[in-house]
């Protein structure tokens, strides 16, 4: 295989991973570790990747890059649909209790299969939310109460965000949360782009009894720019792979319960 199309093929499995490891390139192309990494250098200066340790990730992946909750809706459907339902199971037979929803399209697909999951297991629920599309598909559930917390609206989340929003959650004790992220990493934890976001997220994360953390793959190893939890502040992560070794080490070091869809 020449250089080119070696780095062709480099560049679609980023495209469809999200993020790709120097030693899985190398098993996967069958070739050396350090061709791989000069492959990397060439892209990269290319402006088609950017370089982190180990890897890649695409070029756009920096820490204040942000996409918007459209957007998002349409990035690893299947996966985050799959997450949700494999996260709502923490909603056993006859529950009854109060769960907080984040903002992002992996809990709004959570919100989404709620109704179901009340019918299959009788739970009754006081349900919280910051997030517009979150709250207009949990009021379409008739056998729930619902609370939605006001504050300044982000247009590229939808979710409101500011004093309004935290001081809200400062007198919340929900007992389930189900929360999303940007990035998840071994040495950086949790962590979305937008500091007002991240503060939200910091104060749910703080208020619920139990956090369940939705985060589909691609997001291992990323890290944006501002960290609204550690690792051991998060109970249950449900995802749809084996997180890679150093992320899966830190998750047990910091006796997280993994989960996969």
């Not at 070029?59 to 690893?76: D, F, K, L, W, Y």
């Not at 965000?161 to 998840?184: E, K, Q, S, W």
């Not at 991240?198 to 890290?223: H, L, N, Q």
């Not at 992560?237 to 006796?255: F, H, I, S, Y």
Request: net charge negative; hydrophobic share 50%; proline share 4%.
């Amino acid at each position: 295989m020449y250089a080119t199309e070696r780095q062709d093929r480099i560049a679609g499995l980023l495209a469809v991973e999200g993020r790709v490891s120097v030693v899985g390139l190398a098993e996967t192309l069958d070739v050396t570790t350090e061709t791989i990494r000069r492959d990397l250098d060439v892209l990269e200066q290319r402006g088609a990747l950017r370089r982190v340790h180990g890897g890649a990730v695409p070029a756009r992946t920096v820490s204040i890059a942000e996409p918007s909750i459209t957007e998002r809706m349409t990035v690893n459907s299947d996966r985050k649909a799959a997450i949700a339902q494999r996260a709502l199971e923490v909603i056993t037979v006859g529950f009854r209790g109060s769960l907080v929803f984040d903002a992002g399209s992996t809990t709004g697909a959570a919100a989404s299969l709620l109704a179901e999951r009340i019918a299959t297991t009788g739970a009754q629920l006081e349900v919280v939310t910051h997030a517009v599309p979150v709250a207009h598909t949990l009021s379409l559930i008739p056998d729930i109460g619902l609370t939605v917390l006001g504050g300044q609206v982000r247009g590229l989340t939808a979710a409101a965000v500011g004093p309004a929003t935290l001081g809200a959650l400062d007198a919340l004790r929900p007992d389930v949360a189900f929360i999303g992220t940007n990035g998840i990493s071994a040495g950086f934890g949790l962590s979305t782009p937008d500091p007002a976001e991240g503060a939200v997220k910091s104060a749910i994360v703080k208020a619920a009894r139990r956090v369940v953390a939705m985060v589909d793959s691609s997001k291992f190893g990323v890290e944006s720019l501002v960290r609204f939890a550690a690792l051991d502040e998060i109970d249950l992560l449900v995802t749809d792979e084996q997180p890679e070794p150093a992320l899966a080490a830190a998750l047990e070091e910091a006796d997280v319960e993994v989960w996969i869809a």
